[in-house]
């Protein structure tokens, strides 16, 4: 699958970027963490992830300052062991995405959210978060 990148409000061939990633994943054994670090991304946000309750979609958005594409987002599903990526050259480029794509985020976690409260999973993990020691969904490594 080609990886795009949003800019300008239009969907391009993010191949460069792609390359370097490709690049720097090799270089880090497939670890993508590793790879965003050495090519200057640093998490930015976080739409559905790392709450006491997983969201069944999550997007990370990474930011670096140096060079374009300057953002990277990561958007993963719950059922897949893999995320898939896009790029978005600037801020006004990761608002607009993010804003057609958070209320998607927003609409599963509700839904995740009832499911839960309907088989009750949820009292536990809301036990949990009050005393501190709620579990949270294990970062993406790869």
Not at 53 to 73: G, M, N, W
Not at 76 to 81: H, I, L, T, V
Not at 91 to 114: F, G, H, K, N, R
């Amino acid at each position: 699958m080609q990886v795009m990148m949003f800019s300008g409000g239009q969907w391009q061939p993010a191949d460069d970027a792609e390359k370097a990633m490709q690049k720097a994943c090799d270089e880090h054994g497939g670890m993508v963490g590793d790879a965003l670090t050495t090519l200057g991304f640093e998490v930015w946000a976080r739409i559905g992830a790392d709450d006491f309750c997983a969201a069944p979609v999550a997007l990370t958005v990474y930011f670096r300052h140096e060079k374009s594409p300057h953002f990277y987002i990561d958007i993963e599903g719950s059922a897949s062991s893999s995320g898939n990526e896009v790029y978005a050259e600037t801020l006004p480029d990761v608002m607009e995405l993010l804003s057609l794509w958070a209320p998607m985020v927003q609409a599963t976690s509700i839904a995740e959210l009832i499911r839960l409260l309907r088989a009750g999973e949820l009292e536990d993990e809301a036990k949990a978060l009050l005393s501190g020691r709620a579990t949270k969904r294990p970062a993406r490594t790869s």
